[in-house]
Structures are given as structure tokens and as C-alpha cells.
């Protein structure tokens, strides 16, 4: 008989092949925490979990300007991001362009980006 796994208590969000992405799951594994991973590419983004997202943190935190999909946009796309509608759209229609890893709680509460000493003190916290 099959045992029934539990369900996770957290979601992190991102994109596989992102470097960060494999050391917050690398982290998630050793610490043996139970975690969903939602691959915006294979998993999809609808416009109601982005908005769930964008009314947590804020569009400008979300907005990952750091990137070579950011930088491959033209000064004049860039420019156009200066709301949270065109940020949306933007982060919609090119999802490697929303910061990761997102870690989300069971509870809706969130965690933006990794970091070894925030890891472990938020999943005390949301467990």
C-alpha cells in the first residue's frame, strides 16, 4: 500500500533552470521540508496568482530588473514599465522576468528571493 504524502506546506515558485532556483531547493531538500515546486513555464502563471503576488509584495519588488531578460528589452520597453498594469502584462507575457525563488506559505504569506538565514527562520515560523 502507498503511503499518502502530505500536503506541502510551502510553494516555491521560479523557473527550473535558474541558479538560485536549484539552491533554495537544494536548501528545501536538505532541511526536509515538504515543498510543491511551480515552474512558471511547465506550471503556467495565471493572471490571478501574479496579482495575489504583485498585491503582497509590490510589482517593483517583484520585477526582476536584474536579469538578461530585462536586459534584453529596449530602453523604450523599460520605460513602459512604470505602473502595476504594464508590469503585469510584462511579467505575464515573459514570467523569467518576475524575481525568484517566491517561497509561499501554506498560509499565503511570502518570501521573495533566498537567502540561508531568512530560509530557516520563515519556515519555523509558517510550520
Not at 527550473?16 to 532541511?31: E, S, V
Not at 515552474?39 to 509584495?57: A, H, K, P
Request: net charge neutral.
Amino acid at each position: 500500500m502507498m503511503e499518502k504524502q502530505p500536503p506541502a506546506l510551502f510553494t516555491l515558485f521560479g523557473i527550473k533552470n535558474c541558479d538560485t532556483i536549484k539552491k533554495a531547493r537544494r536548501f528545501l531538500d536538505a532541511q526536509h521540508v515538504n515543498y510543491h515546486f511551480h515552474d512558471y513555464r511547465v506550471n503556467g502563471l495565471s493572471d490571478e496568482m501574479l496579482q495575489r503576488f504583485i498585491d503582497t509584495l509590490g510589482w517593483t519588488a517583484l520585477l526582476n530588473t536584474r536579469g538578461t531578460t530585462w536586459r534584453k528589452l529596449t530602453d523604450e520597453e523599460k520605460a513602459q514599465i512604470d505602473n502595476p498594469q504594464a508590469a503585469k502584462a510584462l511579467m505575464l507575457a515573459q514570467p523569467a522576468l518576475i524575481k525568484r525563488p517566491l517561497l509561499v506559505a501554506a498560509d499565503g504569506s511570502m518570501l521573495l528571493g533566498f537567502n540561508e538565514t531568512d530560509y530557516p527562520q520563515f519556515i519555523q515560523e509558517k510550520s
